[in-house]
């Protein structure tokens, strides 16, 4: 059966890093994408980050220029380098992938959710 697993939350002071991995467990097909989203107390979940299977990349405004996404295709593994971590930063993070099985069918999976906390 296939899960995500997520790791690399933790606290972390203002201007700090941390760095998010993403693993897809089970037999699959391929990826059609993956990306990470984060739900802050009170606020709807938003997009953070995307990885599609060719490679290309999207960011929301917000952390332009202090998260980059990689992958391991190897090990079907995608990560979140979050640098210059703001208060704003702090919430839960959601890995998600957008997968196929071999019957050419997507399914859409969520990670358990990992808590960043970043003090002032």
């Known amino acids: 059966q296939v899960h995500l697993v997520e790791s690399g939350g933790g606290l972390v002071q203002a201007g700090g890093s941390l760095r998010l991995s993403c693993a897809v467990s089970?037999?699959?097909?391929?990826?059609?994408?993956m990306g990470w989203y984060r739900q802050a107390p009170g606020k709807q979940r938003e997009s953070v980050a995307v990885?599609?299977?060719?490679?290309?990349?999207g960011y929301a405004v917000s952390v332009k220029g202090r998260f980059t996404i990689s992958r391991d295709n190897a090990k079907n593994t995608v990560f979140l380098q979050m640098n210059s971590l703001k208060s704003e930063d702090t919430a839960v993070y959601y890995c998600?992938?957008?997968?196929?099985?071999?019957?050419?069918?997507?399914?859409?999976?969520w990670g358990q959710g990992t808590q960043v906390t970043v003090s002032s």
């Open positions: 998600n992938a957008d997968l196929i099985f071999s019957d050419y069918k997507h399914q859409v999976y």
């Open positions: 089970g037999s699959i097909f391929s990826i059609n994408s």
């Open positions: 990885i599609t299977g060719g490679g290309s990349t």
